[in-house]
């Protein structure tokens, strides 16, 4: 497996934070967090309304807008805001079928310049 070295350093804090034992305990961590939070968004169904939030870089902003633009009939507010350097948050308000919402969230995911890809459902 191959890693950059922010996130490397990023794993070196959350072993000192949370007492991981090393790197490999982190992966599984990590995993474990990924299919439960899939698990829940596969059983989603209906109409529903949720809070999207991505953090990416800047060079990202094009792609970021088209997406949108391809889920607009989703979107009932988004707010797009400068967090630090070329890094950007993106806050999506949605209203909609949840197997559409749910594709939107793996879309985002899926993009190699995110960050952080939260879906919060209410």
Do not use: F, M, Y
């Given at each position: 497996m191959s890693l950059n070295k922010k996130i490397l350093d990023d794993m070196e804090r959350l072993q000192r934070t949370y007492g991981f034992s090393g790197r490999s305990e982190i992966v599984r961590a990590g995993i474990r967090n990924l299919l439960s939070e899939e698990k829940k968004r596969e059983d989603l169904s209906g109409m529903?309304?949720?809070l999207f939030l991505a953090i990416h870089d800047e060079a990202s902003d094009e792609?970021?807008?088209e997406m949108g633009h391809v889920y607009d009939k989703l979107i009932n507010t988004h707010l797009?805001?400068?967090?630090?350097?070329?890094?950007?948050l993106e806050i999506f308000l949605?209203?909609?079928d949840a197997r559409e919402v749910k594709e939107m969230a793996k879309k985002f995911q899926a993009t190699r310049n995110m960050d952080?890809?939260?879906?919060?459902v209410m």
């Open positions: 529903l309304h949720a792609e970021v807008t797009h805001s400068k967090i630090n350097g070329d890094r950007c949605l209203k909609g952080n890809v939260q879906l919060i």
